[in-house]
């Protein structure tokens, strides 16, 4: 069973950065893609940032500018850099990987979340 396990959430002001991390419990070079989204009190999740294995970034338009995704291979993590953080950025976070079986279907992982909290 895969194990995703974030790290990096806390407490920022506005205008402050922040670095989430995911480590995966076995090669991430055997993912389709990697990713982060989010679910803030009362709405649904959605998408922040994804990362397949050839390298497509793809963003969420609440975070285009802001935010950066990236992996490292050589140590099974993937980053979520957050710059100009704002209040509604306030969510838990939580970090997503999926891969193709031989059957054309589709596994889909995900951590246990970290909270980021954006308050003065």
């Known amino acids: 069973q895969v194990q995703l396990v974030e790290s990096g959430g806390g407490l920022v002001q506005p205008g402050g950065s922040l670095r989430l991390s995911c480590a995966a419990s076995e090669s991430i070079r055997s993912f389709n893609a990697m990713g982060w989204y989010r679910q803030a009190p009362g709405k649904q999740r959605e998408l922040v940032a994804t990362i397949t294995s050839g390298g497509t970034l793809r963003d969420g338009d609440s975070v285009k500018g802001r935010f950066t995704i990236s992996r490292d291979n050589a140590k099974n993590t993937q980053f979520l850099q957050m710059n100009s953080l704002k209040p509604e950025d306030t969510a838990v976070y939580y970090c997503?990987?999926?891969?193709?079986?031989?059957?054309?279907?589709?596994?889909?992982?995900w951590g246990q979340g970290t909270q980021v909290t954006v308050s003065s």
């Open positions: 997503y990987a999926d891969r193709f079986l031989l059957d054309g279907s589709r596994l889909n992982y």
